[in-house]
Every structure is written in structure tokens, then in C-alpha cells.
């Protein structure tokens, strides 16, 4: 893919540096809006791995749906243990381009208790597909609050090559979210009702320069949120807004394998952007501890 649209996005590492950090172009309309959500959702929470795997932390406490409650903003819901992961996603259209599509490939690792410790996970994004090229790293710490709660911190697009990357900067964020715990969802020990708010640098605050010179401003809000509901079982429809625009998704886990797809709608709003778009994501995260069982 050629990267010649930036639009910005952001991923925070610590509140205070959120306003401070180095401003950060994305490399295109589907990076802007979704790739460092695909190493946060495709990390198995607790609710989803086999019970002898996890420690008992309360019968009546609930998780997010095990399909991804967010396909365009962070979560504060990380992973937990052992897991390698990777995934596909892609838009259509990119903004301010006409008829070209766009896809990003990312894989990674997690390791890690957050419940009683940290979760640690990295991931290689690949934003040249075609090409195979255009690399770059995210990293997330996430950590259990209290029941149904928990923060994560983390940077994205460490590391990119300056020659070919359009978003040379990096991009820093925390996100706190909640699954309320008075709302039961069909899918056992899963919450209905989720949500996140969290605050970031680069790109969700520093608008592109295409932006710029539509009259569109400089600066997004730096704030980020969603609100998830499942419907029905394994499947959620989402509401978030990105920083820059707002966006509509479902998330959907369709088989008994771990695998999330996801799709939905982004920029529908005149706030950043040209035109609203489509975008895709598929996932699947895979247990070590289980495979080195085998």
C-alpha cells in the first residue's frame, strides 16, 4: 500500500505525557483507526480461557463479551498469560483518496498476571502489505483494578522507519475501562454492558495535514471512548469516538475457536476527514501454555 494519507490517532503510555508527547501521523485511514486495537481485543481476557487456567477471582464478577467490545479505540482490558496473536484488517476507502483500499497485518505476544501483576504485550505491525515493508512496534502493560475494571498504558508505532513511514513519531495512551457488573450477557461470565474512556498523544490529538488544510483544525480532543452492548451471543455492536470522528462496529466471534472478526464504519462526522469509510479486522490468539501442553 502506498501511505501517503495521514490521519492522526493516539495511544497514551501516561496520562501526564498524553499533551507532551512527539505528534504522530498514522500511516493511513485503517492505522488511524484500528491497529493498536488489534493486539489489545485479540488478547484472550480471563473470561475466555479454560477455567483451570486462571485463578478464581470472585464467582459473580463479569468480563467484556469474549467478541471485541471496540474496533476502532483501545480498551483497558489487555490480555492474560501466555498468548502469541496476530491479525488482518483492512478500510475502504482511504480518506481523501478515492477508490483504494488498505490493509495492515500485525502479530505479537503477551505474558503476564493482571490480576495479580501486569500483563505485558508487544506486537509487529506491518503497514505495507504489498509490499512487505513499512514495520513498526506497540507495546501495552494492562493491570485489574477492582471487579470488572482494569487500565492499561502503552505506545504505539515505536520504532518506525522514517523513510517510509508518513507517522514517524510515536503515540502514547491510557484507557480505563469497566464491564458493569449488574448487566449478565448470555455468554457465561460475560457483562452485557461495557465501556472505556481514555487520553492520548498524537494520533488522538494531532490531525492530519490534509485535515489542516481542509479548515478542519489542528488538534482532535485527545480523548477517546466507547460504549459496547451484546445483542445476542458473541455478538456486540459498538459506539466510539476516536479522537478525531466517530465510529460504529460490531465485533462477532462466530465459532467455537477463538477467532473475532470485526467491521464497521469510521469518520462519520465532519470533525476530521473527507468521508466516512468502511473497515475489517480478523484476529485469532493462540494459548502457548495449552500448546506446549499438546
Known sequence: MTCKTRLPFMYCALIALCLLAQSAFSQNTFEKELKQQIDSFLAVKPNVVAPQEIPQVGQRELYPSDAPSALLTPTGFGGYGMYIFGGLGGAYPE???????????????????????????????MTDVHRFRDFSGNFILSRKLFAGTSIAAGA??????????DS??????????????????????SSRLSYTIGLGSGRFYEKSPKDIAAGKGKH???????????????????????????????GIRPFKTPISLGIGVANLTKYSSDRANMVFSIGLPLSLTRLMTK
Not at 156 to 165: E, P, T
Not at 174 to 188: E, G, K, R, Y
Not at 230 to 247: D, F, K, P, Y
Open 95 to 125: 480518506v481523501y483518496r478515492n477508490n483504494k483500499a488498505d490493509l495492515i497485518a500485525s502479530v505479537g505476544a503477551c505474558v503476564g498476571d493482571p490480576i495479580e501483576a501486569v500483563n505485558f504485550a508487544a506486537s509487529l505491525n
Open 220 to 250: 482532535g480532543t485527545a480523548v477517546f471512548g466507547s460504549i459496547s452492548f451484546e445483542v445476542i451471543r458473541h455478538l456486540t455492536l459498538n459506539t466510539e469516538w476516536t479522537g478525531m470522528n466517530l465510529g460504529l462496529s460490531a
Open 168 to 189: 514517524p513519531g510515536s503515540t502514547f495512551f491510557m484507557a480505563i475501562s469497566h464491564a458493569v457488573q449488574t448487566l449478565p450477557s448470555l455468554t457465561p461470565g
Open 156 to 165: 504505539l508505532q515505536v520504532f518506525a522507519n522514517n523513510k517510509q513511514s
